[in-house]
């Protein structure tokens, strides 16, 4: 049975720990509430000890997942357009700024941010790719193989998604089921008692194409079944009927749509290592030290007396008014209440909280707090190359794995939605850019039409008359301070490109980029035909692309053919279509 399978299946995921090595025991759902009870500096047990006393949370972990959201971010601007061989280089420029308008209209900008705030809480962050648009996975339900390297080698993927009656129908309108099984699936659903939220499985794996045939083939399939309805019995008490739940839709499918990213991996289980559980051991530790040290508080607090004289009982605060004689046969000394292990409980805790540094590589050079007193600024600088080298590290794992995700099932959806005509704005530095590509074809254009206009007087333009139609044409396109370009139908149908994402020195380094620069500056010294000859035009760009040097910062880059300018068109990005709604109008958007 389908249902009892699934079931199954994710009631072993949240209560089944696996085995990782002889004597070490992982199960990712009570890691994940673990790790969901330390950040939010909450006990598990309660707040309230033993003794009926509060319990206070002495939070270490926040402040190392900053350190790690912060040093691994990257950004859209980071996003790069490169082209490959037998490519134009100006169709990739204005696709790569086309893209940015795309990513910022599908607030692609959050999505990292989000990305990088989660990935050192959680270990593992997992994205869900809908028609180019991605969906973050809640981890607490979302049940995989827990021994699977990745979820390719996951035997079974399944989403549970917990929905109201109205959130349910609005799911099956835009999934297109049957009428007569949306209202079965709520008809069972008001049948059951105490439950709020329809539960519907959303699951990727193979199943036997024929249930009741042991010797069924087995075919990977996706599989939408709402668990649904009460189970009969008999008068003895005996199952009868066991709920089959609704079975919504099935179909053959091929892979699925996850996208993982893990901040650190272990071999013999999926979920990566996050800060907040590779600190478990020192947020224990650190608990119990400023537990035990509030509850010497309370004693440091008191004062008591002492006296050897029978008669002299009470209280001194409530019984004796200032003035009082006291008389006796014995003085009243007051007993010493000071804590005496002040420096144990500061050793003890600067030791864990040391221990929480070298877990994490959160040092204070990377916090930006101030270095002791003395530090020398050599050292200072070699500690923090070290600490941002282990970061870096993690930050081009992640960049990789976000340009395969790019690459495959965001670019595409680009590219469609691209395809109509739609209107690009420009502005700034990127207006400087589009200007030096279409200038002197422009300026060429003009002097032609001049140079045959004078033919009987002779009277041909001067580089003078040059340099004035260039500042001329110049000016009138950055009239405004904005130039709205119309991208063509199909404009990027047979563009030729490669991406990649250019994160601080990791995919091009420094180095290699100063010494394109002073390449460059040396091939244009010893041969200036070099910029206007095509063919070695052609060569200078790609040498300098090759080096992580963008050719339109440096040079102007060649175009064949201007774009020329709509007018009353306005707008930004791509005029894409929303679920099958006509579109009415063009956004406009600014870089």
């Given at each position: 049975m389908l249902l009892k399978k699934i079931?199954?299946?994710?009631?072993?995921?949240?209560?089944?720990?696996?085995?990782?090595?002889?004597?070490?025991?992982?199960?990712?759902?009570?890691?994940?509430?673990?790790?969901?009870f330390y950040y939010n500096s909450k006990f598990s047990t309660g707040d309230i000890d033993e003794d009926g006393d509060r319990k206070y949370f002495f939070n270490i972990v926040k402040n190392p997942c900053?350190?790690?959201?912060?040093?691994?971010?990257?950004?859209?601007?980071?996003?790069?357009f490169l082209t490959t061989g037998g490519g134009d280089t100006t169709k990739t420029w204005f696709m790569e700024r086309d893209f940015q308008f795309w990513m910022r209209d599908k607030n692609f900008g959050k999505v990292l941010n989000r990305t990088f705030r989660e990935l050192p809480i959680f270990g593992t962050v997992v994205l869900k790719v809908i028609e180019g648009v991605p969906h973050f996975v809640d981890l607490r339900n979302f049940a995989v193989e827990q021994t699977a390297d990745n979820l390719d080698d996951s035997s079974y993927i399944t989403e549970i998604h917990n929905l109201t009656p109205d959130q349910f129908r609005n799911t099956a309108k835009k999934m297109k089921w049957s009428?007569?099984?949306?209202?079965?699936?709520l008809n069972k659903f008001y049948l059951m008692e105490g439950i709020s939220h329809i539960r519907l499985y959303e699951r990727y794996g193979e199943v036997r194409i024929d249930e009741d045939s042991a010797d069924s083939e087995y075919e990977y399939r996706r599989i939408f079944i709402a668990d649904v309805g009460v189970d009969e019995f008999d008068q003895r008490g005996e199952l009868v009927v066991e709920k089959p739940g609704v079975l919504l839709s099935e179909e053959k499918w091929d892979g699925h749509p996850y996208w993982e990213f893990h901040a650190e991996k272990m071999s013999g289980r999926w979920l990566g290592i996050g800060v907040v559980e590779s600190l478990f051991e020192p947020q224990i530790r650190h608990n119990e030290i400023a537990n035990i040290q509030s509850k010497s508080s309370y004693w440091a607090g008191l004062k008591l007396f002492f006296s050897r004289d029978p008669n002299m009982k009470g209280n001194l605060a409530t019984d004796k008014r200032n003035g009082d004689v006291i008389t006796g046969d014995s003085e009243v000394t007051m007993i010493n209440m000071a804590e005496q292990n002040l420096a144990y409980f500061n050793e003890e805790s600067n030791k864990w909280m040391r221990n929480r540094d070298e877990l994490t590589f959160s040092f204070d050079v990377v916090q930006g707090e101030r270095l002791p007193a003395g530090t020398p600024l050599?050292?200072?600088q070699l500690a923090a190359a070290q600490t941002l080298s282990y970061f870096e590290m993690i930050q081009e794992n992640i960049a990789l794995d976000f340009k395969e995700m790019i690459y495959k099932v965001i670019i595409p959806q680009f590219e469609k939605d691209s395809t109509d005509e739609h209107v690009l704005r420009l502005v700034g530095k990127d207006l400087d850019a589009y200007v030096a590509m279409i200038k002197n074809d422009l300026v060429a254009k003009e002097v032609?039409?001049?140079?045959i206009k004078s033919v009987r007087t002779l009277k041909f333009p001067t580089s003078k008359d040059r340099d004035v139609i260039g500042i001329a044409i110049e000016e009138s396109i950055k009239q405004g301070k904005e130039h709205l370009l119309p991208i063509p139908k199909g404009f990027y149908k047979d563009v030729k490109y490669d991406f990649d994402i250019d994160i601080t020195g990791e995919s091009v380094d420094t180095r290699v980029r100063s010494a394109t620069k002073f390449a460059i500056l040396q091939a244009i010294t010893a041969d200036p035909t070099i910029t206007t000859d095509p063919t070695k035009r052609k060569l200078l760009m790609s040498f300098a692309e090759d080096g992580g040097v963008n050719p339109t910062d440096i040079f102007d880059v060649e175009s064949k053919q201007p774009i020329d300018v709509v007018p009353g068109r306005a707008g930004g990005g791509v005029s894409a279509p929303r679920l099958g709604t006509p579109q009415q109008g063009q956004t406009t958007q600014t870089i």
């Open positions: 079931n199954q299946e994710v009631e072993d995921f949240k209560n089944k720990p696996i085995t990782i090595v002889p004597g070490l025991f992982f199960n990712q759902y009570q890691t994940l509430q673990t790790v969901f900053k350190v790690f959201s912060k040093s691994i971010d990257f950004d859209t601007k980071n996003f790069r009428s007569a099984l949306v209202r079965e699936t050599g050292s200072a032609i039409r001049l140079a």
